[in-house]
């Protein structure tokens, strides 16, 4: 527990009716004598908390005749933030079901957390907000028939229409692990047809029944390298390595990017370098063209070429007549 954390406790104790003593207070922080001491005396000195001993209780409290005391804005670090709003954006998402008598308390609770930073619930949602990007939802219960067997550890036989090939297929795969990433929900999974660790994305699955046989499990080790070894969602052991140079207006925003954990990034003068490994080029594509011209790809051939393709033709969608006219006899 950090100073914030602990002067948060000490403040909701020090506003009982009966005045906690010493080691009511070392017993409820879980810290020494002279840390509690510590804390009033910065509670007293740098927030100008009205803390007073009373000898007849033997314990602490707020002075009676002193306007009431509020701790000043406890702000939380990037991340707690970012949790708590995520977790309280989600929850209210939620639909009325089983876990209501369980979600309404959990929800109140994370508003008090945040609000324990000074600012109001409303305040908060109004100036500080989270947008998901571009969310697709699932089923309920096709996101309940692959959790179920992801966690419960069998097979699962999905109806499944790839975007790639744009075609449906029912196959049976072996659940490994549950992926949310970039605002949607991925299953990682070992498919009998296949042969192989393939990625389904939730939305995409239509139908879901339990499989038979036990479950073709996959070692840690091997999953983390499916996951995590190249660039984006289509996921595998990395083949190649792209080689990105930026342009000096672009480099701005992508040199405080991290695209990927192993990327090497140097200045060339103003512009700025960008290795990435990847395995299957698609997103890695897509990422390149939401820079235009402000990126170009100095290898390998195979990944330059896919690009210049794809610019050559979305040119080509321009360089007729404007939509509406006609064209000229």
């Excluded at 010493?22 to 740098?46: H, P």
């Excluded at 989600?90 to 930073?117: C, F, H, N, Y």
């Excluded at 999974?189 to 389904?200: G, I, K, M, N």
Aim: charged share 25%; glycine share 6%; net charge negative.
């Amino acid at each position: 527990m950090n100073r914030a954390e602990r002067i948060f406790h000490l403040h909701r104790l020090l506003q009982e009716r009966r005045p906690p003593s010493l080691a009511r207070l070392m017993e409820e922080l879980e810290v020494s004598r002279a840390t509690i001491k510590r804390d009033l005396e910065y509670m007293r000195d740098f927030m100008q908390a009205p803390i007073e001993y009373d000898p007849q209780a033997n314990g602490y409290r707020y002075a009676a005749d002193a306007p009431a005391f509020e701790l000043p804005g406890l702000w939380f670090n990037e991340s707690e933030l970012l949790a708590l709003l995520t977790m309280e954006q989600l929850l209210e998402d939620v639909q009325p079901g089983l876990l209501a008598p369980t979600i309404g308390p959990l929800k109140a609770r994370i508003r008090r957390l945040l609000e324990a930073g000074g600012h109001g619930h409303g305040e908060l949602r109004q100036r500080i907000q989270i947008q998901p990007q571009a969310q697709r939802t699932s089923q309920p219960e096709i996101f309940r028939g692959v959790a179920e067997a992801t966690l419960g550890e069998h097979p699962l036989t999905i109806d499944y229409h790839g975007r790639a090939r744009d075609t449906a297929s029912r196959r049976t795969v072996h659940p490994q692990r549950l992926l949310y990433y970039r605002d949607n929900w991925y299953l990682i999974a070992w498919c009998e047809q296949a042969q192989d660790l393939r990625t389904f994305a939730l939305e995409r699955i239509r139908a879901t029944e339990p499989g038979q046989g036990a479950l073709h499990a996959i070692d840690e080790a091997t999953l983390d390298g499916h996951i995590g070894a190249a660039f984006g969602i289509f996921t595998g052991p990395a083949r190649e390595w792209a080689v990105l140079r930026f342009t000096p207006e672009h480099a701005r925003w992508v040199a405080d990017e991290t695209w990927h954990p192993d990327q090497i990034g140097q200045f060339e003068g103003d512009a700025y370098t960008l290795q990435i490994p990847y395995s299957d080029p698609t997103e890695l594509v897509q990422e390149i063209l939401r820079h235009g011209a402000g990126v170009e790809v100095l290898a390998p051939p195979a990944l330059r070429r896919h690009v210049a393709d794809a610019l050559r033709q979305a040119i080509a969608r321009y360089d007729g007549p404007e939509p509406g006219q006609a064209s000229a006899d």
